[in-house]
């Protein structure tokens, strides 16, 4: 009976067991709706926010509170989290509740979101992350990218492109002695970031990729898995926007740009 429940009705099976998925459910009936960029102010688990484009936070909240995507385990007192594309601050927010004592570098290329960011973080009196308003790229040039005005600046447009300062990721992971969480959320630059750090991921203990598969680009996500299988990563695969038949279904519905998005969690075993 549970089995039938679990999967029939996954939905209100989760709502019982999860008072962040509830508050989902309510976001979705009241905002699903809403059209693109339309901002809001919301209170969550003692939080409270501004969001530039309601629509996308209902999916951010689901990913990071509801289905806590982000969570890992660490025997660190004061674990260092890198979030790389740390957009509005929602997994700042997410990552300060939970390792109250951890040390966040959040990076984040859009400057107007940057300034949201800044400014979330203020509002709920978080200490203890620092905001770098760079990309993380492959090296400290700078780096074009087409700015959206929510989660979705992208190196893969040329719509509202500007120029914004970078940092190279693997600089910086080869100065940590140790990276208890690396988050990468960067709108199709993954790749490229990935090959550039491929030989500095050995001090990471757990990882986060948001793989992104653009139409206009080849597919290298067989690469990427072969660059954490060599850092003795073990790795999970899900896919945040299922489609049914796919092989008719080409484009993603959410984002006809791209063909496939997927959530990469990888992590060691000592």
Known sequence: MIVFVEHTFNWLY?????????????YSFFYGKKKR????????????????????????????????????????????????GANIGISCLYFAQNYPASIIKAFEADPNISK????????????????????????????????????????FSENNQIKVP???????????????????????????????????LLNVKNIFIEYHSFNISDQNLSEILQILQKNKFRYFIKSPNNKDAPLINKKSKFNPAMDLQLNIFGYKIN
């Open 37 to 84: 960029f339309v901002s809001g102010n919301f209170s969550f688990n003692g939080l409270k926010i501004f969001v530039p484009d309601t629509l996308s936070f209902i999916w951010q909240y689901k990913g990071i509170f509801a289905d806590e995507d982000y969570k890992f385990l660490t025997d660190s007192s004061k674990p260092v989290i890198y979030d790389c």
């Open 166 to 200: 970078s940092i190279r990721l693997k600089d910086l992971l080869e100065n940590e002695k140790q990276i208890d969480m690396l988050k990468i959320d960067i709108e199709g630059a993954e790749y490229e970031v990935l090959m550039d750090c491929r030989d500095s």
């Open 14 to 26: 989760k709502s019982f067991k999860n008072a962040n998925y509830r508050r989902f459910i309510l």
């Open 116 to 155: 949201i960011l800044n400014n979330n973080l203020i509002k709920n009196n978080i200490k203890n992350v620092t905001v770098v308003n760079k990309a993380v790229w492959i090296n400290n040039d700078g780096v074009s990218l087409s700015l959206e005005g929510a989660d979705g600046a992208t190196i």
